[in-house]
């Protein structure tokens, strides 16, 4: 009865009009509905115009000679002048390889926090659990300065593992000043600061799964490694994803903190990022605003174009994880 | 042969969870060990540091360490200096990650193009110049506020804490409402009591950031009494002079570098190593709510 009235197939002009007007009551409606609630809002938006977007506004000095009495809406243009100096600068690619094969290096610990969650997940003593748990995120919630001291004290050649070496006869090893020892202490601290609390989320993700599945699996024979392989990894496979190619795409991001606060002047060459190359042209060396801004730009146009490309393929994966 | 390894698993079933356990403490053991060793290296004399490289207990105490630190002037000005920070900076953070957290919880038309353009800045911001250029046209170097109004929303937080919101059934906003209850009236009255555990979460987390401030710091500050704690550890780690300079002839003897640096890393862990045990179990939870997001 009602089909010969709204007929199949496209909706007559009429019909998208009368739509078009039903779609906008409703907003209109919405929007009153909630009309209070839009004042509350304008701290926070106001916050990320100011702190967030304003600044974006400067990115123009890397097209243009900064000079401090005109500032940066008066200063002339440059051109791409900055950029082909930086691609002529072997310092600049030297930083850029080494921020991509560091975060290459790193992903090696990607495993860490995974395993973590498993084995804590075995253990039928609570309180065990809960107080390892304490342990493992400790680190997270301090700063790399602290975290660099202490383990600069460790490992400098007169530190504390070094001298163990030397009186158990063992020549000392360089941790702070061989580049290639250095970048995998690098994957070290990193995970010994973070795995911790990157397992939080796989433990809430193991939570999740149907505790039957391990009952049935148990009356089946399986031991601990076949019941992990076959059931834990495979529940949490999309979590796993996820957060792999969130970390994929913050490959070109760099932490600043860990390798500002780690290295010394002999591991430059092997270690030195974008973020800390940018750091000390501009502030141990007499500064060039424009140049500078460039090499920020540029890094930072990869960074996002791959931090879109992850976020784009983890949204086709789950939409809840799904950032924009 | 199946039926032989569930025998077996059941008579040693106990065997491969003390190996995990074991497992487990080791790598506990690899994080508490460096921090243990810098409290030994701060509260002991130099000759028993050279003599003993890998201490487990300290043979000898001297606490000298911690009082050059803390007669060096600018260390009472950087604990001054970080504690508003932290006071200020909570508050601050607090209530604009709180009212764009509520806004957002709720189906307000609008809420897509806010979240997008919010979370825009999580993959792009203009760098480091850019900001610096902006920091200083707004008068903010050399300013406490350098370290305090940037961080207004942590964008990480603010998701955990509108996940929670949402939570919460919007049919008591709503009979509020009815009786004219105004919109900040509904998240005081009805949300806020609602998320404790939460609001604790972040406040801690934002707590804790303010309290390792130390990057706007080393930017924008240049006055050194104005200094944040953290960069003051940093500033003593790269070169003990600035403090031993201060210290009067007679006590020079017992100076001792690495005690000195380990000292002043203590200061600035060990505020945040005695209170976050207690919340652990609130971030706990607020992560797994928060999900895969962090």
Known sequence: MVDSVFVRGKPSKEEKALMKQFKRKKLIKEIRRYRSLYPIMIFGVVFFIIFAYMPMYGIQLAFKDYTFGRGVSGSPWAGLAHFQRLFARQEFWSAFLNTFIISMIKLLGFPAPIILAILLNEITSRRYTKSMQVIYTLPHFLSWITIGGIMKRLLSSSGTINSLLASLGNSPVAFLSNGDIFRFLLLFTDMWKESGWSCIIYMAAIAGIDPTLYESATLDGANRLQRAWNITIPSIRTTISVLFILAIGGIMGGNFDQIFNLYNPTVYSKADIIPTYIYRITFEQAPNYGFSTAVGLFQGVINAAMLFGANFIVGKMDSDAKMI | MSAKRTKANKRKADVPQIIIIAMLGIWALVIFYPFYNALLTSIVPFHVAVNHPFMLYPPELDFSSYYFIFNWPNMIYGLRTTLFIVVIGVMYGMFLTVTMAYVLSTRIPGRRIVNGFIVFTMFFSGGLIPTYLLMRDLRLVNSYLSMILPFGVNIM?????????????????????????????????????????????????????????????????????????????????????????????????????????????????????????????????????????M
């Open chain 2, 157 to 293: 937080y603010m998701m955990i804490m509108r996940s929670y919101f949402s939570t919460i059934s919007p049919e008591y906003a709503e009979s509020a409402r009815i009786d004219g209850a105004g919109e900040f009236t509904i998240l005081r009255k009805i949300y806020l009591p609602l998320s404790t555990p939460m609001l604790a979460t972040i406040g801690l987390f934002i707590g804790v950031d303010r309290w390792n401030e130390w990057y706007n710091g080393m930017l924008y500050i240049t006055d050194s009494q104005k200094r944040p704690l953290q960069l003051l550890v940093r500033n003593i780690i790269s070169s003990t002079q600035i403090v031993t300079d201060n210290i009067p002839t007679a006590l020079r003897p017992a100076v001792y570098n690495d005690g000195i640096q380990m000292a002043a890393v203590m200061v600035a862990i060990l505020p945040v190593a005695l209170v976050f045990p207690f919340l652990q179990k609130y971030f706990v939870k607020g992560i797994s709510l928060g999900g895969v997001k």
